[in-house]
C-alpha cells in the first residue's frame, strides 16, 4: 500500500507534525486575522457564517469548537446560535491569548471559553456536546481519523459535527490562478506581514494532500460518523462537511 505523504510546516525539524504546527501558529499569531481577511478577500467570514448556519435546526447548547485559534468561530457560534456555553481547544497559547481578548471585547465572557487542548486527546468526558466544529483545522491534525474519533466520542447522540476546510477547485481555467495564487502569491504576501513565508508555503502544501471531498466523506464513515455531507463553497475553494452521531 502507498504510503501516506506527511506535509509539515518546516522541512527538517526534528520535531512532530503537532510541535510544528504548534510552533508556525505561535509565530504569526500576532498577524492571524489580518491576513485571513487580506488573503480570503474577506469572504472567510461568510463561510464560517456559512458552516455554522448548518447548526441553526440543532439549537445547540454545548458546543466544543476544536483548533480554535484566534476565536473566530466561537465567537460567532455565540452570537448566532445563543449556545449555554462554547469552549473552543487550540495547541498554540499565543493564538489563544488573542482570542481572550476579542472574547473579552465580545462581552462573551460568560458564553465562550479557550483552553489549550490536543484535539487527538480530548480533555472531556464522553457525550459532552451537542456539536463540534473545525474552521480550517483538521488537515493540520497529526493523526486525522484519530482526531476524527475523538470529536465522535464528545458528542451526544443526535449530534453534529460540521468541519470547514480548503478544498481544490476543478474548473478552469479558476483551479489555475488559485493554485498560482496559493503557491506563488500567498507565501511572498506571508512573508512581508508574518515573517514567516514557509507557513504560507504550507498552507498551499496542507491543502494539496488532505483528502477532500468524497475522499473526506469516506473517511468520516469509516470513523464512526452517520450521514456524512459536503457543500462546496466559491468554485470549491473551500468545502463544508457536515456529519452525525446517531447513537
Same mark, same amino acid.
Given at each position: ?64 469548537? #476544536? ?6 468561530? &466561537? ?8 449556545? +449555554? ?6 495547541? &498554540? ?41 473545525? &474552521?480550517?483545522? #483538521? ?13 465522535? +466520542? ?5 449530534? +453534529? ?36 513565508? +514557509? &507557513? ?48
Amino acid at each position: 500500500m502507498e504510503k501516506k505523504t506527511v506535509v509539515t510546516p518546516y522541512e527538517n525539524a526534528g520535531e512532530s507534525k503537532k510541535a510544528q504546527v504548534e510552533r508556525m501558529f505561535d509565530k504569526i499569531a500576532h498577524r492571524y486575522d489580518l491576513l485571513n481577511r487580506v488573503l480570503s478577500l474577506g469572504i472567510d467570514v461568510w463561510w464560517r457564517r456559512r458552516a455554522l448556519g448548518k447548526l441553526r435546526s440543532l439549537k445547540p447548547q454545548e458546543m466544543l469548537d #476544536v483548533a480554535t485559534g484566534t476565536a473566530d468561530v &466561537a465567537i460567532m457560534a455565540a452570537r448566532m446560535l445563543k449556545p +449555554r456555553r462554547v469552549v473552543g481547544i487550540d495547541i &498554540a497559547n499565543q493564538m489563544l491569548d488573542i482570542g481572550r481578548q476579542k472574547i473579552r471585547k465580545a462581552g462573551l465572557e460568560e458564553t465562550v471559553e479557550l483552553k489549550t487542548g490536543d484535539s487527538e486527546q480530548l480533555q472531556f468526558p464522553d457525550q459532552a456536546f451537542d456539536a463540534v466544529t473545525v &474552521a480550517f483545522g #483538521v488537515r493540520n491534525f497529526e493523526n486525522l481519523e484519530k482526531g476524527l474519533a475523538e470529536m465522535l +466520542r464528545i458528542l451526544r447522540p443526535g449530534g +453534529r459535527a460540521v468541519i470547514l476546510e480548503f478544498s481544490r477547485p476543478r474548473i478552469f481555467p479558476f483551479k489555475q490562478l488559485y493554485n498560482s495564487y496559493f503557491k506563488y502569491v500567498l507565501p511572498v504576501i506571508g512573508r512581508l506581514t508574518s515573517r514567516d513565508m +514557509r &507557513a504560507y508555503t504550507y498552507l498551499f502544501e496542507s491543502v494539496q494532500a488532505f483528502p477532500e471531498g468524497d475522499n473526506f466523506l469516506s473517511i468520516l464513515s469509516k470513523t464512526g460518523y452517520q450521514n456524512p455531507q459536503c457543500e462546496r463553497l466559491t468554485l470549491g475553494i473551500c468545502s463544508i462537511y457536515t456529519a452525525e452521531k446517531t447513537h
